[in-house]
């Protein structure tokens, strides 16, 4: 059973940093990407970064490069979102995702594993 639980989420004010966190469990990750989506009040959810556990090929937004970047530490089984420069429209609920796609992706119909998400809420 895959099991994604992210945290780090919380009140920032803008031009501030987090780093949200997504510890993964259930089995080995060798052959899985891994993923942050966000979702704001009334929106659909949107794709923000991607990682293959193997190799960390990664994959962001238009409108998170150069501000947001995504790793993991395979030893911790863990995947990070570093966000830097936050803004008041960065605010969202982050989820963390998962899935056996060979190359990092933005496609959310590819992704099978969900956390439950982490509240994030850039105040300006």
């Known amino acids: 059973q895959v099991q994604l639980v992210e945290s780090g989420g919380g009140l920032v004010q803008a031009g501030g940093s987090l780093r949200l966190s997504c510890a993964v469990s259930?089995?080995?990750?060798?052959?899985?990407?891994m993923g942050w989506f966000r979702q704001a009040p009334g929106k659909e959810r949107e794709f923000v970064a991607a990682?293959?556990?193997?190799?960390?090929?990664?994959l962001c937004a238009d409108f998170v490069k150069g501000r947001f970047s995504i790793s993991r530490d395979v030893a911790k089984n863990t995947v990070y979102l570093q966000m830097n420069n936050l803004k008041p429209e960065d605010t969202a609920v982050y989820y963390c995702?998962?899935?056996?796609?060979?190359?990092?992706?933005?496609?959310?119909?590819?992704?099978?594993?969900w956390g439950q998400g982490t509240q994030v809420t850039v105040s300006s």
């Open positions: 259930g089995r080995t990750f060798d052959n899985y990407t």
């Open positions: 990682i293959r556990w193997s190799g960390g090929t990664t």
């Open positions: 995702t998962t899935a056996p796609i060979l190359s990092a992706s933005g496609s959310q119909r590819l992704y099978k594993y």
